[in-house]
């Protein structure tokens, strides 16, 4: 038990060196960055929803996906659209080697490869979960004066397959991103901020 007690301490490690990866997005786009394990923290949540919303879907299996979708990435890195153009990776390799001396390595490579095989539910969610997430990202960008992301944000929305997904592409890109916490803009609060100053003195 002792070798798989520290092939799961790797493992754990090696989960996070994610968030040392950097998404190679940002890099043609020329504005934003982002982590691999922030991708995926947002993704996760976004397959929550979304498998909330069609109801007819295995939660847990979702989760999973979305958790795990870029796990190789940190063994091979992120490459995108150009890249991927001329370069080729062996992700199966990685999960592979970073899935033998795990007790639940077996279970990994499952969910990912019924998320490559693209034929469950479970599995479209989650991709929309990884679409979804990159349109958010690029719809932050557009708010924020990037009028180039707003060129990539029709083949992003194209790739929605779910119902449920197509619905919050759609509000997504109707909505500022700052929205959530902004909305009552004009609201006399943001003036008077209940008659206090900046450091919350009257």
Same mark, same amino acid.
């Given at each position: 038990?002792?070798?798989? #007690?520290?092939?799961? $301490?790797?493992?754990?490690?090696? $989960?996070?060196? +994610?968030?040392?990866?950097?998404?190679?997005?940002?890099?043609?786009?020329?504005?934003?960055?982002?982590?691999?394990?922030?991708?995926?923290?947002?993704?996760?949540?976004?397959?929550?929803? +979304?498998?909330?919303?069609?109801?007819? $879907?295995?939660?847990?299996?979702?989760?999973?996906?979305?958790?795990?979708?870029?796990?190789?990435?940190?063994?091979?890195?992120?490459?995108?659209?150009?890249?991927?153009?001329?370069?080729?990776?062996?992700?199966?390799?990685?999960?592979?080697?970073?899935?033998?001396?795990?007790?639940?390595?077996?279970?990994?490579?499952?969910?990912?490869?019924?998320?490559?095989?693209?034929?469950?539910?479970?599995?479209?969610?989650?991709?929309?979960?990884?679409?979804?997430?990159?349109?958010?990202?690029?719809?932050?960008? #557009?708010?924020?004066?990037?009028?180039?992301?707003?060129? @990539?944000?029709?083949?992003? $929305?194209?790739?929605?397959? #779910?119902?449920?997904?197509?619905?919050?592409?759609?509000?997504?890109?109707?909505?500022?991103?700052?929205? @959530?916490?902004?909305?009552?803009?004009?609201?006399? @609060? @943001?003036?008077?901020?209940?008659?206090?100053?900046?450091?919350?003195?009257?």
């Amino acid at each position: 038990m002792a070798d798989k #007690t520290t092939a799961i $301490v790797d493992f754990l490690f090696e $989960v996070g060196i +994610l968030s040392q990866t950097p998404r190679s997005w940002p890099h043609f786009l020329g504005s934003g960055k982002q982590s691999v394990a922030e991708h995926l923290n947002r993704a996760t949540y976004i397959g929550y929803v +979304l498998a909330s919303m069609e109801g007819d $879907v295995d939660m847990a299996k979702v989760l999973q996906m979305c958790l795990f979708h870029d796990l190789a990435e940190g063994r091979t890195s992120d490459l995108n659209y150009v890249h991927q153009k001329y370069t080729s990776v062996d992700e199966q390799k990685a999960i592979d080697e970073l899935a033998d001396p795990l007790p639940f390595g077996e279970n990994i490579r499952t969910i990912l490869h019924e998320y490559e095989e693209r034929e469950s539910k479970e599995s479209i969610v989650a991709k929309d979960a990884d679409n979804l997430e990159f349109i958010l990202s690029l719809k932050e960008q #557009t708010d924020i004066g990037n009028t180039r992301s707003k060129t @990539w944000l029709p083949s992003a $929305v194209a790739r929605i397959k #779910t119902k449920s997904g197509k619905k919050l592409a759609k509000k997504i890109l109707e909505t500022d991103s700052d929205h @959530w916490w902004f909305a009552d803009k004009d609201s006399e @609060w @943001w003036i008077t901020r209940n008659g206090k100053d900046a450091h919350g003195k009257k």
